[in-house]
T-cell receptor
Framework: EAQVTQNPRYLITVTGKKLTVTCSQN?????MSWYRQDPGLGLRQIYY???????DKGDVPEGYKVSRKEKRNFPLILESPSPNQTSLYFC????????????FGDGTRLSIL | GENVEQHPSTLSVQEGDSAVIKCTYS??????FPWYKQELGKGPQLIID?????GEKKDQRIAVTLNKTAKHFSLHITETQPEDSAVYFC???????????FGKGTMLLVSP
């Protein structure tokens, strides 16, 4: 089954404690992306990757890091989380670029205390 | 960059009625306009999309129309059913652009 898998689905942690949210896709997609969803703000792009070892900033990259060492994986790293990063996070993948249908994971709800 | 405005933010209809959600975009170079449906506890799922060389596209009860001159596109759902209740997002992307810009979403509630 074609899918995008995120882990963990839920996490409560404290300010400053480094965390990583993993994302994996099994569709051999070149493009992967991270979004955060906040009430009243919709989905905003954090980082994206066009292919292995190619990453770039989206609209709200501050406080986040990503890496793309393998085609299927695109982890999101919060090195020093702060309460304003409390949000619902989605990973997505697609063939080609951002102007193609994107497949989303089921989300990761992060709470930073 | 691209800016996408979506209206209304909430929409309540009776089962069997039609629902229309409208979006406007700012970048005249945008050429790809998808619509996503997000159910509670799930990620957004693509329901229909349209490219700028097409004015209208239909898939059963769902249709999308695009007016390039006015830079707006709309989602039309006919014969609504309770299972259509969800949050709907429009988005826009351009050739050569690597990003998809989303509207803020519309919560659709279909009452039996």
């Amino acid at each position: 089954e074609a899918q995008v898998t995120q882990n963990p689905r839920y996490l409560i942690t404290v300010t400053g404690k480094k965390l990583t949210v993993t994302c994996s896709q099994n569709m051999n997609h070149e493009y992967m992306s991270w979004y955060r969803q906040d009430p009243g703000l919709g989905l905003r792009q954090i980082y994206y990757s066009m292919n292995v070892e190619v990453t770039d900033k989206g609209d709200v990259p501050e406080g986040y890091k990503v890496s793309r060492k393998e085609k299927r994986n695109f982890p999101l790293i919060l090195e020093s989380p702060s309460p304003n990063q409390t949000s619902l996070y989605f990973c997505a993948s697609s063939r080609g670029q951002g102007n193609q249908p994107q497949h989303f994971g089921d989300g990761t709800r992060l709470s930073i205390l | 960059g691209e800016n996408v405005e979506q209206h209304p933010s909430t929409l309540s209809v009776q089962e069997g009625d039609s629902a229309v959600i409208k979006c406007t975009y700012s970048d005249s170079a945008s050429n790809y306009f998808p619509w996503y449906k997000q159910e509670l506890g799930k990620g957004p799922q693509l329901i229909i999309d349209i490219r700028s060389n097409v004015g209208e596209k239909k898939d059963q009860r769902i249709a999308v129309t695009l007016n390039k001159t006015a830079k707006h596109f709309s989602l039309h759902i006919t014969e609504t059913q309770p299972e259509d209740s969800a949050v709907y997002f429009c988005a826009a992307s351009s050739v050569g652009y690597s990003t998809l810009t989303f509207g803020k979403g519309t919560m659709l509630l279909v009452s039996p």
